[in-house]
Each structure stands twice: as structure tokens, then as C-alpha cells.
């Protein structure tokens, strides 16, 4: 992957940060940089079980080497009023230790501001040549929180009740600074999510489906994220190969290369217009491959790709979209399988690539509403 422009942005970001962080009580850093800073952002919720496991697999990893030199910060809120930071790192000894930072007191970790906070003591504390972020919690791809009847809905987070919409997390991440962002969340590999948040990192790794409890498996993502160039087609390889031979072989991920979305939101809108998609669906909905609902959801999500070329009669057409799509999604893995909430049984996968999508429907109206809200209605419709 090509890293060098990245590289460039960070290095104006890094400054433009650093010249704001006046007043900061924590004493700063002075070690040389390092090649890569990775900050975990877990917010907890009934999550703590499997979210204690998978620091587990960090500390794992980081005994094994697996951090090449690199930081990892973690942010944990396992509740509304307390969250700590800490850094796992090798000990002299080898093994991993893991070493407290700061606690967090009436901060609510699903806000915009707590999160823009966190990560600008990060970056303050452990300056690199590379940054990466990890989001870990609840998700709901792009849905908004307490939508009608459904108040489980959340972008990202949940927070004894309170949740992140998708604008607020774009709001909470500065532009330019991340080489990629992961979610360890469900769903958010949406084309809506990752066209909202398309300039806040060069690559976005998610799944565009549910992710089972246990997450993603850090012992063997992990060292793919500090190698010189971060390898992200070798971590999203690596969560597939486990969740193909895990006693729940549902899961899949796929890796955005977020400059190609330009050219993917054009390509769209050329079909979209001369298909009137904007004008919405009526039920019963066509046969498309189904990716995620939830029996709070109002609606399903569906294979972007499928979705799209099933609206093109053109040849030119339907091959420049599936061209754009391969080059904006650069890697994408299925199991046979993926999970769904919504009868909690297995729905077969054939088709995939590797993003969800929202149809307009026209029994919907209030969430189309909302829905126009969205960077992607605006560049599509």
C-alpha cells in the first residue's frame, strides 16, 4: 500500500495538534518516534467479557513481538462514569506488561468531544510517523440512534442508553491523521459509513455484517498493523482464516481504499439516475443478498454490489462500477455464512463485495429523511 502521501498529512497534522494541546496536565513524552501509534478505542457496554479476552490476545501479541516498535494505547470505558487509558508494551523481561496512563471521571465516552480528546493526548504522548485506530463496541452501521421504534439503534457505541451517530464520529476524528481505522463493531463497512468518513484515514477495515462477541482475534491481527507498512490485507486475511474454522464459522471483512470512493460515489450516480432510484422502493423488496438486520432495524442492508448492477441494463456501465468497486474495496473475505440477528440463524453469502447498502423505500419516509442527512445521499442522489 502506498503510504507516502499519508505520511505527508500526518506530519502537518501532528503539528496543527500538537500547537492545540495548551493546558495538558499529563507530562509529555520525549522519546524518539516510532514508526507506528495504534490507539484501541473500546467502549465497553455489556461487552466487558469479551473485551477482557481480546486485551488478553493484545498482551499476547505484544509478548511475542508482535508491536515491532510501534505503540499501543488503549482507551476503555467499561462504564458511563469511569474509562482508563493505558499502553501495553514488552517488559524488560520479555513479556508484555501493561501500564496505566490516566483515569477518566463524568466523561461520557460515546461523545464526540471525549473521543477528540483522547486521541489528541495520544498523539501528544506517543508522536509517530504513522497512526492507526481501532473502534470497538456496539454498531449499527450507519442507523440512526432511536429511530421510531427502535432505540437499540446506534452508529457506534452504546453508553447506558447514550450513542454515537455517524456525523458525531466523523466530527470526532480529525481529517489526514489515521492510516487506517478498524472496527471491531458490526456493520459499519457500509458504503455510507465509509463515504462519511472517507477523509478521516487512507484505509477503512470493517465488516459490512455482524461480528460475534468474541470480535476480532488480536493475536493474529494484531502484528499485521506494525509491520513497516501496515499489512491490513493480512489482518482482514487473518480474521477470516478464524472465523472459517471458528465453532460459529460466520463472519466477513473487507479492506476500503478510501481515495477510490470519489470515483465510486460517481459511477453510482450515473445508474442511480438513469435507474430512478431515488425515487425509492416499494415491498416486496427484490432478492438481493442480505448482509445485515437487526429485529430492532427498519430495515435490511444489502450487498452494495449486488444492489447496484442489478439496476443497469449497460454493459459499459455495470463494468466501470464493478471495476470502481475493486478498486475502492482492495481485499474482501466471506465465510459461506454470516450471521443475522434477525431470525438468529445463518443466512447464506452469494454474493459479496465487500459493502452494504441502504435502497430508499418508500414505506420509510422518516428514515429517508434522516437518511438525506448522509454525505452519500448528497454525492449519489
Keep these: 500500500m502506498e503510504t507516502m502521501t499519508m505520511r505527508t498529512r500526518v506530519a502537518a497534522c501532528l503539528l496543527a495538534l500538537l ?3 495548551s493546558g495538558c496536565s499529563m507530562e509529555r513524552r520525549v522519546d524518539t518516534v516510532s514508526p507506528r501509534t495504534v490507539l484501541v478505542y473500546m467502549v465497553a457496554s455489556n461487552l466487558d467479557y469479551a473485551m477482557t479476552r481480546n486485551i488478553e490476545e493484545m498482551i499476547e501479541a505484544a509478548s511475542e513481538g508482535g508491536l515491532n516498535g510501534g505503540n499501543l494505547i488503549v482507551f476503555y470505558s467499561g462504564s458511563q462514569s469511569e474509562a482508563e487509558l493505558f499502553e501495553i508494551r514488552r517488559g524488560t523481561g520479555g513479556a508484555a506488561v501493561r501500564r496505566h496512563i490516566r483515569d477518566y471521571t463524568d466523561m461520557s465516552a460515546v461523545s ?3 473521543m477528540r480528546q483522547v486521541i489528541r493526548e495520544v498523539v501528544d504522548m506517543y508522536p509517530a510517523r504513522s497512526y492507526g485506530m481501532i473502534l470497538s463496541s ?3 452501521s450507519w442507523l440512526p440512534a432511536d429511530y ?5 439503534q446506534r452508529s457506534f457505541g452504546e453508553e447506558n442508553g447514550r450513542r454515537m451517530e455517524i456525523y458525531e464520529l466523523a466530527a470526532a476524528l480529525p481529517d489526514g491523521l489515521f492510516e487506517f481505522l478498524i472496527f471491531d463493531a458490526c456493520s459499519m463497512a457500509s458504503i455510507e459509513c465509509v463515504y462519511e468518513l472517507r477523509n478521516k484515514a487512507d484505509y477503512i477495515m470493517a465488516s ?3 461480528i460475534l462477541s468474541y470480535g476480532i482475534p488480536y493475536k493474529t491481527v494484531l502484528p499485521c498493523l506494525f509491520t513497516a507498512t501496515a499489512d491490513l490485507e493480512g489482518a482482514a486475511r487473518n480474521f477470516y482464516f478464524f472465523y472459517r474454522d471458528y465453532q460459529y464459522p460466520y463472519g466477513n471483512i473487507s479492506v476500503v481504499r478510501t481515495e477510490a470512493l470519489e470515483e465510486l460515489a460517481q459511477i453510482t450516480r450515473e445508474i442511480a439516475t438513469a435507474s430512478r432510484m431515488g425515487a425509492g422502493y416499494s415491498e416486496p423488496l427484490p432478492n438481493w443478498q442480505l448482509l445485515s438486520f437487526w429485529k430492532s432495524s427498519p430495515t435490511k442492508l444489502f450487498d452494495f454490489g449486488h444492489v447496484i448492477c442489478s439496476q443497469t441494463t449497460s454493459y459499459v456501465q455495470r463494468s466501470r462500477f464493478k471495476a470502481s ?3 475502492a474495496v482492495m481485499t474482501c473475505y466471506s465465510t459461506e455464512e ?4 434477525d431470525n438468529a440463524a445463518p443466512v447464506p453469502v452469494f454474493h ?3 459493502l452494504s447498502f441502504y435502497p430508499l423505500q418508500t414505506q420509510l419516509s422518516e428514515l429517508n429523511e434522516w437518511y438525506r442527512r448522509l454525505e452519500w445521499y448528497r454525492a449519489v442522489y
Excluded at 148 to 152: E, I, K, Q, V, Y
Excluded at 338 to 341: A, H, L, P, T, V
Design 19 to 21: 500547537a492545540g494541546l
Design 112 to 114: 464526540h468531544e471525549t
Design 148 to 152: 421510531g421504534n427502535a432505540p437499540r
Design 208 to 210: 459490512p455484517s455482524e
Design 338 to 341: 454470516i450471521y443475522c440477528s
Design 352 to 354: 459479496f463485495s465487500g
Design 138 to 140: 456496539h454498531a449499527t
Design 325 to 327: 468497486i475493486e478498486r
